[in-house]
């Protein structure tokens, strides 16, 4: 029933008349409205955009150097208490957003619920470890001396976030960068900029000025080059492709000019879970199929591979295509919907491709059936296919598709070198009730999140920090203790306190 009211809150929200243009401090948007379609049905126009032109770029730069010295000094406390407001804004307008998260991302009521929430436990999570980080520390020292390590921001942050969580992703970068006492600019990905400027607005709704933080929708090559190579960029923090972060890595590298800029990326996976023969068969598939189809598979902690240990995989490979006939694919809106569409055509026809490939190469194991209506929108059914090493996988499959690898118990640490091989290392479930496979796994494998008996997607934030190493991304985690120190820097004050000034210190300890 809750879920139904919040259906029907949500269809009132507006769709068709959303908007979205730059949010630069003095401007007014000048460029060609774009349309935005539902991914759920193409035809359905749900809003419009404005692209950023290189003047919003220069201008938002100039605008954000200039603010960025009295937000750094207000106090971080001060700094907490407007993320605060705009979590508790968030909260109360939950089925705007969710809205939102359906219309444009093809989201499903589930996820468009979490997604809020994650969105806000970011800003809570980072106004609490502002608290706590930015309160100088006094240091031990020498006697006649005061020391104290301050943190203070490093400047301009260029915050660049997906489309697979529009709000909560968005939000939590520029929650981090702003809780340090950096000023933003934040480029969405080109899918949600609708959600991106609604997040950006209720940022300035809530107090959060807005030469401090401002709004650049638009391409990778014109706005995100634009910040990237540009000097006056302190940071960029990225979550997307593995490509991508190479890309702007190496355009942070390239510059001539300006500080060496720091980059926090969380990238792509290649997931794998692993059940052994003691695991729970009902269990194992459960977990898989809602790490792999929830959100359509498109999460960066989603199980991509099941490593099945040969005694049960027979059983565990009859239930899977027996859950998978049951999945309801189609309308992200209606509350029995498990899976709706993948987020754009493009992102359809790389997973067709895929599937073709697939039915040359791999044993077909089962896919789930489209509903009704489906045909207007960018759906893929949920598909798995059997495998003889995670090895045939070249590179992330970024939707609904599982696959599935046979091992047997002489080939664990094998097993698991073949998954670190891949190079990426983000998430990995596993399934097992014998603590010493359960151990060694988590001792060999090279993963940031390691998931025990349960689904490996979801992390909680400030409970499960989020993010991985290798392909996967630079660290540190998000919604972790560490993470928002990066934003930052340091500085150590340290003050003669003797009577005498200056040179005491020196007289007494030569
Ligand atoms: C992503 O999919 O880009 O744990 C990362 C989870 C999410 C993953 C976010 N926090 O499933």
Same mark, same amino acid.
């Given at each position: 029933?809750?879920?139904?009211?919040?259906?029907?809150?949500?269809?009132?929200?507006?769709?068709?008349?959303?908007?979205?243009?730059?949010?630069?401090?003095?401007?007014?948007?000048?460029?060609?409205?774009?349309?935005? %379609?539902?991914?759920?049905?193409?035809?359905?126009?749900?809003?419009?955009?404005?692209?950023?032109?290189?003047?919003?770029?220069?201008?938002?730069?100039?605008?954000?150097?200039?603010?960025?010295?009295?937000?750094?000094?207000?106090? /971080?406390?001060?700094?907490?208490?407007?993320?605060?407001?705009?979590?508790?804004?968030?909260?109360?307008?939950?089925?705007?957003?969710?809205?939102?998260?359906?219309?444009?991302?093809?989201?499903?009521?589930?996820?468009?619920?979490?997604?809020?929430?994650?969105?806000?436990?970011?800003?809570?999570?980072?106004?609490?470890?502002?608290?706590?980080?930015? /309160?100088?520390? /006094?240091?031990?020292?020498?006697?006649?001396?005061?020391?104290?390590?301050?943190?203070?921001?490093?400047?301009?942050?260029?915050?660049?976030?997906?489309?697979?969580?529009?709000?909560?992703?968005?939000?939590?970068?520029?929650?981090?960068?702003?809780?340090?006492?950096?000023?933003?600019?934040?480029?969405?990905?080109?899918?949600?900029?609708?959600?991106?400027?609604?997040?950006?607005?209720? #940022?300035?709704?809530?107090?959060?000025?807005?030469?401090?933080?401002?709004?650049?929708?638009?391409?990778?090559? %014109?706005?995100?080059?634009?910040? =990237?190579?540009?000097?006056?960029?302190?940071?960029?923090?990225?979550?997307?492709?593995?490509?991508?972060?190479?890309?702007?890595?190496?355009?942070?590298?390239?510059?001539?000019?300006?500080?060496?800029?720091?980059?926090?990326?969380? =990238?792509?996976?290649?997931?794998?879970?692993?059940?052994?023969?003691?695991? $729970?068969?009902?269990?194992?598939?459960?977990?898989?199929?809602?790490?792999?189809?929830?959100?359509?598979?498109?999460?960066?902690?989603?199980?991509?591979?099941?490593?099945?240990?040969?005694?049960?995989?027979?059983?565990?490979?009859? #239930?899977?295509?027996?859950? #998978?006939?049951?999945?309801?694919?189609?309308?992200?809106?209606?509350?029995?919907?498990?899976?709706?569409?993948?987020?754009?055509?493009?992102?359809?026809?790389?997973?067709?491709?895929?599937?073709?490939?697939?039915?040359?190469?791999?044993?077909?194991?089962?896919?789930?059936?489209?509903?009704?209506?489906?045909?207007?929108?960018?759906?893929?059914?949920?598909? /798995?296919?059997?495998?003889?090493?995670?090895?045939?996988?070249?590179?992330?499959?970024?939707?609904?598709?599982?696959?599935?690898?046979?091992?047997?118990?002489?080939?664990?640490?094998?097993?698991?070198?073949?998954?670190?091989?891949?190079?990426?290392?983000?998430?990995?479930?596993?399934?097992?009730?014998?603590?010493?496979?359960?151990?060694?796994?988590?001792?060999?494998?090279?993963?940031?999140?390691?998931?025990?008996?349960?689904?490996?997607?979801?992390?909680?934030?400030?409970?499960?920090?989020?993010?991985?190493?290798?392909?996967?991304?630079?660290?540190?985690?998000?919604?972790?203790?560490?993470? $928002?120190?990066?934003?930052?820097?340091?500085?150590?004050?340290?003050?003669?306190? %003797?009577?005498?000034?200056?040179?005491?210190?020196?007289?007494?300890?030569?």
């Amino acid at each position: 029933d809750a879920l139904r009211d919040l259906a029907a809150a949500m269809n009132s929200a507006g769709a068709g008349s959303w908007t979205a243009s730059p949010l630069v401090a003095g401007t007014q948007p000048a460029g060609e409205k774009i349309a935005v %379609t539902n991914p759920a049905d193409r035809r359905e126009t749900v809003g419009h955009w404005q692209a950023s032109t290189s003047a919003d770029v220069e201008r938002a730069l100039a605008n954000a150097v200039a603010a960025q010295p009295g937000w750094d000094a207000t106090p /971080a406390s001060s700094r907490a208490a407007l993320l605060e407001h705009a979590a508790d804004l968030l909260e109360a307008r939950m089925p705007a957003y969710m809205a939102m998260c359906t219309k444009e991302a093809g989201k499903t009521l589930a996820d468009g619920i979490a997604e809020v929430r994650e969105a806000v436990d970011f800003l809570r999570y980072y106004a609490l470890q502002a608290r706590e980080h930015f /309160a100088p520390i /006094a240091l031990p020292g020498p006697t006649g001396e005061s020391n104290q390590l301050q943190l203070a921001g490093r400047g301009v942050f260029a915050c660049i976030s997906p489309w697979n969580f529009p709000l909560a992703i968005f939000l939590g970068q520029i929650a981090a960068a702003l809780a340090a006492g950096n000023t933003v600019i934040a480029k969405p990905a080109e899918q949600t900029n609708l959600i991106g400027f609604a997040a950006v607005k209720l #940022m300035h709704d809530a107090g959060i000025p807005q030469d401090v933080l401002q709004y650049l929708p638009g391409d990778g090559a %014109t706005v995100g080059a634009a910040l =990237t190579r540009d000097p006056r960029v302190a940071g960029v923090c990225f979550t997307g492709s593995t490509e991508t972060a190479r890309l702007i890595n190496r355009a942070l590298a390239s510059r001539e000019a300006g500080p060496i800029a720091t980059l926090i990326a969380e =990238t792509g996976g290649q997931n794998a879970m692993i059940a052994d023969s003691s695991s $729970l068969p009902e269990q194992v598939v459960k977990d898989a199929l809602g790490s792999a189809f929830t959100s359509a598979g498109q999460r960066c902690s989603a199980a991509r591979v099941l490593l099945v240990q040969d005694d049960i995989a027979d059983k565990v490979i009859g #239930m899977l295509a027996g859950a #998978m006939a049951e999945l309801k694919v189609g309308d992200p809106g209606l509350p029995s919907t498990d899976v709706g569409p993948v987020i754009d055509t493009e992102a359809k026809c790389v997973l067709d491709e895929h599937a073709a490939k697939m039915q040359g190469s791999a044993k077909f194991i089962a896919r789930a059936t489209l509903g009704e209506g489906t045909q207007h929108g960018t759906f893929f059914a949920p598909t /798995a296919w059997e495998l003889k090493s995670i090895a045939e996988l070249d590179r992330e499959k970024f939707g609904p598709a599982l696959h599935v690898v046979r091992w047997k118990a002489d080939e664990l640490d094998a097993l698991i070198d073949t998954i670190n091989a891949t190079g990426y290392g983000l998430t990995l479930g596993i399934h097992s009730r014998i603590d010493a496979t359960i151990d060694r796994i988590v001792a060999r494998a090279k993963v940031g999140n390691i998931y025990v008996n349960r689904n490996q997607i979801g992390a909680v934030v400030g409970v499960q920090p989020f993010g991985g190493q290798g392909l996967s991304g630079t660290g540190p985690k998000a919604g972790g203790p560490h993470y $928002l120190p990066r934003f930052a820097t340091e500085k150590t004050v340290t003050v003669n306190t %003797t009577a005498a000034g200056g040179n005491a210190s020196l007289l007494t300890l030569g």
